[in-house]
Structure formats: C-alpha cells, structure tokens
C-alpha cells in the first residue's frame, strides 16, 4: 500500500499546476511566499501552520516528502555565543504525514541550564504533501532561472538607470539654462514634484 501511495503522489506532483501571484506561489491549498532573491520560501498551510525553509532545507523537505519513508535531519547556525538549530522528524502513514519541528538556541553553559526547545507537530494529508512538494518545486526552479540570468539582469538595470540619471541631468540643464536660473533650483523643483 505505501509504494502505491508514493506511486500515485509523485504522479499527481507531475500534473499539479502551481500558480505565481507576485511573489506567492500555490497550489493545492498551500501556499509559498517567496523570500528577496529565492533566499527562502515559507510554506503556509491550510491550518495558518508556517514552514519557512532556505532552498537547501525545501530540498530535503521535498526529499523526505517524495520517499515517504520516516527520515529526520538537523541544521544548525553557528553564531559566536549560540547556536540556533532545528530538527525536523517526518513519520507517515497511508492518509498523509506528521512533521515534528524542533527548534531553539543552545548557549555554551551546562546542559541543565538551556532553555527548552519549541516543539512543534503539523499533520499533512497526501494532498497537502503533493502540494508542498509542487511549491518547492517551482520556487527551486524559478530561484535556479532567476540565478541564472541575475548578472546579465543587473547589468541591463545598472545601464538603464545610467541613462535615465543622464537623461535628468541633461534636462535639468536645459530647464536651468532656458530659465536663466540655478541648477540647484531647478533640482529642488524637480525633487519637490517626483
């Protein structure tokens, strides 16, 4: 039953259609809001539950996602007086999955000092997970497309605000020099009316 199940949800993943609103993604009921520059997305769900991921975590939730076998991993970020971590733990069953989220800061003092972790658990049906798997999908090829050309987009901005910063002074010039007045007046006219 279980292969059935990963069988048929790697097949509905390959027909969903996932929609872009700015920079939302959905499908399925779930949502991905989409971080500046395809750093992050957070995966909303229908229970107002959040999942915010970098494209690295959203590759290994889709992993675990996809496998449908129960499997956990860790990240950590490593600061100079602490370490943020989270853990996240996927068990299934043949009605969708549960996703237990670990998360808290470690501090270097004895072990009994530490705060508690939060501990959060959210229930997925395979709708759900056909959902998240989509969203991820997209968002990781939209971020590899987007990388892909982000140089070759920087330049072309770079030149046209150039021109346009041209384009400005050059009337700026032709305003003062029309009107017998000061450049610095004609700017202050200017900045008053953008």
Known sequence: M????KKGIKEMVSKVSVSREQSTLKALGVQGLI?????????CLHDKEEIAV???TAEKVRTCLLNRERCDFSEEDIREDYTNFRRFIFDFNDDGALITIVEGTRYPVIESLQPTPNERRIKVNNAEIVGIISVINKFLELRERFYAVEEQLL???RDYLA???KRRDEFIQ???KKYKIDIADVEEVMEENE
């Open 174 to 176: 032709r305003l003062a």
């Open 2 to 5: 279980r292969e059935k199940v």
């Open 155 to 157: 330049e072309e901005i």
């Open 163 to 165: 021109l346009q910063r």
């Open 35 to 43: 971080g500046h520059s395809y750093r992050h997305v957070v995966i």
């Open 54 to 56: 970098c494209p690295e």
